[in-house]
């Protein structure tokens, strides 16, 4: 495995879809110590991304540590022979033992189930409930949420007189059920195919209220409540399992029913300073899931786990940098 000189950074290089995954890396170097200097490599399973073209740029990069969100993109064996640790970051929610049926979790295990996991050293979900399913995956080594990129970052502004109302995610039944009256008596902007880059933080500094609907009705805890927190903004939510330290009624408001939903929106339509220090609350406990903060850390425990126990995965693994 290939280790950086002394003094030298570690090179962590961020795989993904860009549209999904650049707000949750790092893209700056941390002043950690050594540090770590990120690059993002845009790359998505389908036509025109070929894992083993991504393979040689990694290689030639020289990267140290390689993060994979969805690790089921990288093709069986893409990654033997990789001189570098590999980290794959599962970003979907998966069955829980003795938890809720529904197809939807069928599709996505059946996803993760293609996730060769001779590709990784260690695969990491935002679910700890699922730690006790490796029989069916990939192991997961720990839990932990997906990191906030630090540029989405912005102080708590007071409301607008009049609040602006965002949701970003596509449209199913169960969202439709909660966001249909909504969308008839209020303003609420629904960016159904996501936002990203520059457009992203463009729409997050005009952004008051945001809305958090999981995509079907099975406990889950979705990424944009984080980033959404980070951007000062408060957030409406169904109940998040895990919370990840998030409390309701505190860091963000919880509703379980659409007509609860409408009563909070008809308050601050009214009252737009309401629930001021919720706000604030969620953006300060936001700040713990900076990318700057969690990544540092992350990796040098993954490397600190590598030299102790070493690794599984095929043709390179087995030792970290020092």
């Not at 570690?10 to 549209?19: S, Y």
């Not at 990789?82 to 970003?91: D, H, P, Q, S």
């Not at 695969?123 to 630090?150: C, E, K, N």
């Amino acid at each position: 495995m290939r280790h950086p000189r002394f003094g030298d950074p570690i090179r962590v290089a961020f795989v993904g879809q860009e549209t999904y995954f650049a707000q949750c890396a790092l893209h700056e170097p941390t002043p950690t110590h050594p540090p770590l200097r990120p690059r993002f490599f845009d790359f998505r399973a389908g036509v025109g991304h070929d894992a083993g073209a991504l393979r040689d740029a990694l290689e030639d990069w020289g990267a140290h540590v390689v993060v994979v969100f969805r690790p089921e993109i990288i093709e069986p064996g893409a990654f033997h022979g990789l001189r570098a640790a590999t980290l794959g970051f599962v970003t979907e929610p998966l069955k829980r033992t003795g938890g809720d049926e529904h197809p939807d979790l069928d599709w996505r295990e059946s996803e993760l189930a293609l996730t060769d996991a001779s590709n990784f050293d260690r695969i990491v979900a935002f679910d700890p409930h699922v730690a006790g399913t490796a029989d069916r995956h990939a192991p997961i080594w720990r839990s932990l949420p997906l990191p906030v990129d630090d540029r989405i970052y912005a102080p708590v502004v007071p409301s607008a007189p009049k609040p602006r109302i965002l949701f970003i995610g596509y449209s199913t039944d169960h969202r439709e059920r909660f966001l249909i009256n909504a969308k008839h008596e209020y303003d609420v902007l629904h960016y159904a195919h996501g936002l990203h880059g520059a457009e992203l933080r463009e729409v997050f500094t005009s952004t008051d209220v945001a809305l958090n609907l999981h995509g079907e009705p099975y406990p889950s805890f979705e990424n944009r409540v984080l980033l959404h927190l980070a951007a000062g903004h408060l957030v409406i939510s169904e109940p998040l399992d895990p919370t990840h330290g998030l409390e309701a009624g505190i860091d963000f408001l919880e509703i379980r029913r659409p007509d609860e939903l409408m009563t909070l929106l008809y308050q601050l339509t009214r009252r737009p300073e309401s629930f001021e220090r919720v706000r604030h609350r969620g953006r300060a406990k936001a700040d713990d899931y900076r990318a700057s903060r969690m990544w540092p850390r992350v990796i040098g425990d993954l490397l600190a786990d590598l030299r102790a126990f070493g690794s599984d995965r095929a043709a390179g693994a087995g030792a970290a940098p020092a």
